[in-house]
Nanobody, 120 residues
Framework: QVQLVESGGGLVRPGGSLRLSCAASGNIFRIATMGWYRQAPGNQRELVATVTNPGSTNYADSVKGRFTLSIDTAKNTMYLQMNSLKPEDTAVYFC??????????????WGQGTQVTVSS
């Protein structure tokens, strides 16, 4: 089993910043990809950003230039630095990871989500 625990959500004013963290633990040999998705009320879950290990980072057009995703492979932890936040960024943010277990098998996991609210 692989567990993902998100933290760092909260209430922030427009133009403010937050940093989300996602820590992976459990049966992990190697993290292949990690990413953030978000879901606002009444909307479908949408991609925010993903990173491959090793590899490149991909961002949704709506967050390019404002959000920065990074990964600390030594700690199996991913971060999402969110700057210049807008009310439309309000959503529950979910962490996801594709992990290669010690058995060689790949599996996908999701975190429980963390609320981000951007409001004045």
């Amino acid at each position: 089993q692989v567990q993902l625990v998100e933290s760092g959500g909260g209430l922030v004013r427009p133009g403010g910043s937050l940093r989300l963290s996602c820590a992976a633990s459990g049966n992990i040999f190697r993290i292949a990809t990690m990413g953030w998705y978000r879901q606002a009320p009444g909307n479908q879950r949408e991609l925010v950003a993903t990173v491959t290990n090793p590899g490149s980072t991909n961002y949704a057009d709506s967050v390019k230039g404002r959000f920065t995703l990074s990964i600390d492979t030594a700690k199996n932890t991913m971060y999402l630095q969110m700057n210049s936040l807008k009310p439309e960024d309000t959503a529950v943010y979910f962490c996801t990871a594709r992990v290669q277990r010690t058995t060689g098998v790949f599996s996908d996991s999701w975190g429980q989500g963390t609320q981000v609210t951007v409001s004045s």
